[in-house]
């Protein structure tokens, strides 16, 4: 491995760039202690802002707080940008720009108010934890949760366009059951009742009157239930597959589906075969 030279013999630029951008050091992760606290501090001063009692009784202490908070995370920005080989690098990199949006809020408030809000997007500096405290290989597992997703987009998608049906159809019953004079006043009305009642949300604006509707309602509800773990056990399903060793996971070569039973020779999304077949031999 190749070792990192000693900071007394660096330059000030370098020292500098050790200290802000790594945290392998001890002045690079004191450096990043302290400004992951003065995040939290600053996005505290904002939630605190937004309480009304709390910015009429203390408003022009929390304002001085803010402009002291974005004078320390500018001349942050400003010091990056000084001692990175590359400056234009680090501007647009994602990190880069990250610290650029967290301080320009405070700027836009001059001229637009209310937007001083935006200031909680501070919060997302709140990343750096990761690198801090050598957490960065466990994003790698999110992996998995992006390959079960592509693999149920085709089976979810179906059954939302099911759902969606489902939905019209139940719409366009209770608007011809009840009918306007008991609220259902048209079919995008009841499609939206529909829609409320079958994710069992139910927030009663709208609700049946005669006994076939409530019949319907009912079904509808129990539907609903049903319905909601469906998603849920094919996401399920699929990040299970997706967790398992290499030697069981058969890519298909038609539909590009990555995960397979251990025992499977067809696709079960398109039932293309997932292997060549042999060459009879002689």
């Given at each position: 491995?190749?070792?990192?030279?000693?900071?007394?013999?660096?330059?000030?630029?370098?020292?500098?760039?050790?200290?802000?951008?790594?945290?392998?050091?001890?002045?690079?992760?004191?450096?990043?202690?302290?400004?992951?606290?003065?995040?939290?501090?600053?996005?505290?001063?904002?939630?605190?802002?937004?309480?009304?009692?709390?910015?009429?009784?203390?408003?022009?202490?929390?304002?001085?707080?803010?402009?002291?908070?974005?004078?320390?995370?500018?001349?942050?920005?400003?010091?990056?940008?000084?001692?990175?080989?590359?400056?234009?690098?680090?501007?647009?990199?994602?990190?880069?720009?990250?610290?650029?949006?967290?301080?320009?809020?405070?700027?836009?408030?001059?001229?637009?108010?209310?937007?001083?809000?935006?200031?909680?997007?501070?919060?997302?500096?709140?990343?750096?934890?990761?690198?801090?405290?050598?957490?960065?290989?466990?994003?790698?597992?999110?992996?998995?949760?992006?390959?079960?997703?592509?693999?149920?987009?085709?089976?979810?998608?179906?059954?939302?366009?099911?759902?969606?049906?489902?939905?019209?159809?139940?719409?366009?019953?209770?608007?011809?059951?009840?009918?306007?004079?008991?609220?259902?006043?048209?079919?995008?009305?009841?499609?939206?009742?529909?829609?409320?009642?079958?994710?069992?949300?139910?927030?009663?604006?709208?609700?049946?009157?005669?006994?076939?509707?409530?019949?319907?309602?009912?079904?509808?509800?129990?539907?609903?239930?049903?319905?909601?773990?469906?998603?849920?056990?094919?996401?399920?399903?699929?990040?299970?597959?997706?967790?398992?060793?290499e030697a069981m996971q058969h890519r298909?070569?038609?539909?590009?589906?990555?995960?397979?039973?251990?025992?499977?020779?067809?696709?079960?999304?398109?039932?293309?075969?997932?292997?060549?077949?042999?060459?009879?031999?002689?």
């Open positions: 491995m190749e070792k990192r030279m000693p900071l007394s013999s660096l330059g000030w630029r370098q020292r500098l760039y050790i200290v802000v951008f790594h945290s392998d050091t001890p002045a690079g992760k004191a450096f990043d202690a302290v400004l992951l606290s003065v995040i939290l501090a600053s996005l505290l001063v904002v939630m605190l802002d937004s309480v009304v009692d709390i910015h009429r009784q203390y408003g022009a202490v929390l304002w001085a707080l803010e402009w002291f908070f974005t004078v320390i995370f500018l001349a942050e920005y400003l010091v990056r940008i000084y001692c990175h080989p590359k400056p234009a690098r680090y501007i647009f990199s994602f990190y880069g720009l990250i610290d650029l949006f967290s301080v320009l809020p405070a700027f836009i408030a001059l001229l637009l108010s209310g937007t001083q809000y935006l200031i909680a997007i501070r919060v997302i500096r709140m990343l750096r934890v990761f690198r801090i405290l050598k957490m960065t290989h466990y994003l790698a597992q999110a992996n998995f949760l992006a390959v079960a997703l592509r693999s149920s987009q085709q089976k979810i998608v179906v059954f939302f366009i099911s759902v969606c049906s489902l939905i019209v159809v139940f719409g366009t019953l209770m608007y011809v059951i009840e009918g306007p004079e008991n609220g259902f006043t048209s079919i995008p009305i009841s499609v939206y009742w529909a829609v409320v009642t079958l994710t069992t949300v139910g927030f009663g604006d709208i609700v049946p009157h005669t006994a076939l509707g409530k019949a319907l309602a009912s079904l509808v509800m129990i539907m609903g239930y049903s319905i909601i773990a469906v998603p849920t056990g094919i996401f399920t399903a699929e990040l299970a597959n997706s967790i398992r060793p298909c070569p038609q539909c590009g589906k990555g995960s397979h039973e251990p025992g499977a020779v067809f696709c079960c999304c398109c039932g293309t075969p997932l292997f060549r077949k042999l060459e009879p031999q002689d």
